[in-house]
Nanobody, 121 residues
Framework: QVQLVESGGGLVQAGGSLRLSCAAS????????MGWFRQAPGKEREFVAT????????YYADSVKGRFTISRDNAKNMVYLQMNSLNPEDTAVYYC??????????????WGQGTQVTVSS
């Protein structure tokens, strides 16, 4: 069982940066791949980024590639999403998720409650 708690969301101006954090409970955290997804009002939840259990492999949605960076610290049971050059289209609730496999679709076993990111123009 893995419990996830996101933090770090907020209001930022276009062009600004935010770093989201996801704190995970459970002794087996390092065996899970982690993902970030987002969901804007009236839209489906969409993939943002994923990272392997070791941190050695990452994959990004085209819409965030070159602007966002996913990372993890297994010693601290933490996953991060550094978001730079934010634009209003990045406005959404951001979710952290855990699964035994890296996935680009939302079939993750465990989810956090989400953190709101709002980018003003």
């Amino acid at each position: 069982q893995v419990q996830l708690v996101e933090s770090g969301g907020g209001l930022v101006q276009a062009g600004g940066s935010l770093r989201l954090s996801c704190a995970a409970s459970g002794r087996t955290f390092s065996s899970y791949a982690m993902g970030w997804f987002r969901q804007a009002p009236g839209k489906e939840r969409e993939f943002v980024a994923t990272i392997s259990w070791s941190g050695g492999n990452t994959y990004y949605a085209d819409s965030v590639k070159g602007r966002f960076t996913i990372s993890r610290d297994n010693a601290k049971n933490m996953v991060y999403l550094q978001m730079n050059s934010l634009n209003p289209e990045d406005t959404a609730v951001y979710y952290c998720a855990a699964d035994r496999r890296m996935r680009l679709t939302p079939e993750y076993d465990y989810w956090g409650q989400g953190t709101q990111v709002t980018v003003s123009s």
